[in-house]
């Protein structure tokens, strides 16, 4: 067992007992990979899952679509402070009515295989990416065409108002990494090599799919001055304990973190290395199944609601994740449009209420409820917290780990998944909703619809952002009110960082895209 973690679970032993029982953090074996020389031109990577595909188009994003980002350059880059940044386009700009937007590509850009970046490659690519029906795909269902204006200046056209449209074409819902014309005539091997237009390629030979992936300079990026390292070497650390005992043997250089991890272990970090964290996420339940096709008891609002007033989210946050959270019953994170203080007073903690729902559902003595959770230490540990709320009233809950989010998206759409343990990012809600709200959305499993929160949101999204946080605040307090999840804490971001490596602050760009990691010295 990881000493810190232990230094810091035994000042939380009364509260951490009756959530985790005698569970622990096991040590992981590191494996065969030798231990990286001390090249400050190397950037190792720690990352807490196993990417099922390197295809932006199906891949996961924030934290599981770390694996992208060296070798996929997106039209802009949004910044911690939210405002927006050259990369591909040097220029943009969103019509009145937000139906529209007109981007200017720079003019020395290449892919990887050297093909150049036109307007005519950005229109193949954003609609190959619509095709494929993607987790994000969604995004651009309202999408009636891009109109190719000169060789590096294109329109996206719109059927509906879109005030996020611009977000649209970051790097954060993978539409905005754009992909090689000459790749897409064999999409086939997108899954398993990169052709985007970014400082770095995927060294496919240098790979070990699962395990370790090997980034060189892509000698055909037009900005030489942002090419940092002569490798970046992402590996898979789905134990955090084991990424945190490889970053102090010097193995990584970064681990993209959880709140648990850096709560367990911030007291006791050796001094050459610092946590680079923010408060941009939700973590909780997605109470998937509404139409109790899966879980018949969630289809009844009571229940949901009864699993809401059941968690005692003060315990678990203070257990669990200490500084590095809050709890909440929101899905915004503060500072982030739609979040309103009101709507945390919806479920105080409330075993008796809760207890009350149940029985007027129909289920005095509770039920069984599988709660489901990717594999990986965060959503292990709160599992296990969850399970002890919930058996309290009643609710009896059986855990079941899914291997990675390939397995996951097989089951969603095989209508298999139930009450899922799992965090997702605060951000634009124009877009954000699109992930959790639309009936098309990568984590609305069963395609929920609800007829007052549809009406919520097309209000909401005719807004200009800058008018439009009452409207949103409408939107979550009815979200809230379904109980369509159980947030449990408003999380951190959490990075852990050596000494020798510059970090940005991450503010509203939720993660940190790996090339902007640079050498201390």
Known sequence: ??????????????????????????????????????????????????????????????????????????????????????????????????????????????????????????????????SKKGPFS????????IEVLDKYKFKVKLSQPQPG??????????????????ALEKPEQLGNATFGAGPYKLDTAATISGKSYTYVPNEHYYDKSRVKWDKVIVQVFEDQNSGIQALKSGQLKVLVSDPLTGQANSANLPADLRIVSDPVQWTGIV??????????????????????????????????????????????????????????????????????????????????LKLQYVNNTLSRFLSMAIAGQLKKVGIRVVTEEIQNFGVMNNMARSKKIGALVFNSNSGVPTLARFQTLDPKGSLNFHGSEDATLTKLIAEASLLPLDKADAAWRKVYAHVAEIAWFAPVVASHTVYFVSNSVKAPRIGQSVVIDLIDFAPAK
Request: hydrophobic letters at 40%; proline letters at 5%.
């Open 287 to 368: 109470l998937s199944d509404r139409e109790g096709v899966f879980q018949p008891e969630l289809k009844d609002l009571r229940v949901r609601q009864a699993i809401n007033y059941a968690l005692d989210r003060k315990l678990i946050s203070n257990a669990l994740f200490g500084k590095m959270a809050d709890p909440t019953v929101q899905m915004q994170s503060k500072g982030f449009m739609g979040y309103d203080p009101a709507i945390e007073k919806r479920y105080p903690y409330d075993p008796v209420k809760a207890k009350a729902l149940l029985a007027e559902a129909g289920y005095p003595n509770g039920f069984e």
């Open 1 to 130: 067992m990881n000493k810190s973690f232990k230094s810091t679970a035994s000042r939380r032993s009364v509260l951490s007992s009756s959530l985790l029982g005698a569970c622990a953090l096991s040590v992981g074996m590191l494996g065969s990979t030798a231990v990286l020389a001390q090249n400050a031109k190397v950037l190792s990577v720690g990352m807490p899952f196993a990417p099922f595909t390197m295809d932006p188009t199906l891949s996961g994003n924030g934290r599981a679509g770390v694996h992208l980002s060296p070798a996929y350059e997106p039209l802009i880059r949004t910044q911690a402070d939210g405002k927006f940044a050259a990369a591909l386009a040097t220029a943009w700009e969103i019509s009145a009515d937000s139906k529209e937007a007109t981007f200017t590509l720079r003019q020395n850009a290449k892919f990887s295989d050297g093909e150049p970046v036109t307007a005519e490659a950005v229109k193949k690519s954003v609609e190959f990416f619509i």
């Open 138 to 145: 969604a995004n651009l269902a309202s999408m009636t065409g």
């Open 165 to 182: 449209l611009l977000s649209l074409f970051d790097a954060y819902f993978n539409s905005g990494n754009i992909i090689s014309p000459k």
